[in-house]
């Protein structure tokens, strides 16, 4: 199998269109296989061990046949990354046609965080705001913001530790999302959220896939969102896929996060708030205009090497997923 991917690998570069994160541009690595594309896309940085769960899932995608799915169209939020201009909060806005649900990132500097939530509620007074803060603030930081905050549909990730996340939701009534509490753990199986969020967020390709994120979401019995990790359309198209496979979906997803790339490899258009669940082939002409340099091809082919030796190919091997 490894052959197979390393033989119908597709390196690409594909700008955003603002700092997300401090990421202006995500290189993505894409490969065919007998059900269609899979996406491996972790950020640069990440290790080979933190990078075995998005192998998996991109493996699952190409080699594996997914759950049944449960709807055809996926609701979706705007995502508003930490930017302050109005004029640029105002364009990431349209470019999420319809969506009633707006998710902002907070949490580096209170002025500025309030500033911009006031701006996109201006600017969208009868949409719903979330919060997201990457596990930035303490307790009494999340706590004090809230209480100044206005009317929030959910906060996300506030703190950064189970514990935190319980004790702050004694003291609030906004809900609390949680991602990296999950995403991040060795063993999301094994974490105890009694108590500590009223939302599960489930990301497809850092959970190790579609069938790895359900039984998570079946574990914990907790109500589930569905978001992003600013993948390609490729990668997007599984994370729809999990919304609409998943038993009960009462959010908003954040998978609209191709509205924040200036390039893709396919088009997966927002209609009306929300995205279609379908089967996703990149484009050829943007796999060539947008391909990386050969020297980076060879990185990200000798990074799959890697990935699959730390680990991948024996979690795959147990799955039973062959050519």
Known sequence: ????????????????????????????????????????????????????????????????????????????????????????????LDAFAGAKVIKIKVGDDHTLDFARVACVRELRPEAKIRLDVNGLWSVNEAEEFLKQAGEIEYIEQPCSTVEELRELKLRTGVKIAGDEVIRKAKDPLSVDLAGAIDVLMLKVAPLGGISRALEIANHHQIPVAVSSALESAVGISHGLKLAAAVSKLDFACGLGTGALLAVDVAHLPIVNGSIEVKDVIPDSTALAKYAVSNERLNWWRNRIRKVWEAGAHSIIQEKGWSL
Do not use: H, Q
């Open 1 to 92: 199998m490894l052959d197979s991917i390393l033989g119908s690998l597709k390196v690409v570069s594909l700008a955003t269109k603002t700092d997300f994160r401090s990421v202006t541009s995500r290189e993505i690595a894409l490969f065919e296989g007998p059900m269609g594309w899979g996406e491996f896309s972790p950020f640069l940085e990440y290790s080979y061990e933190e990078s075995i769960p998005w192998l998996v899932s991109g493996v699952e995608a190409a080699f594996a046949r997914i759950p049944t799915t449960l709807r055809t169209m996926i609701e979706v939020n705007a995502t508003m990354p930490a930017i302050n201009n109005p004029i640029e909060i105002a364009e990431i």
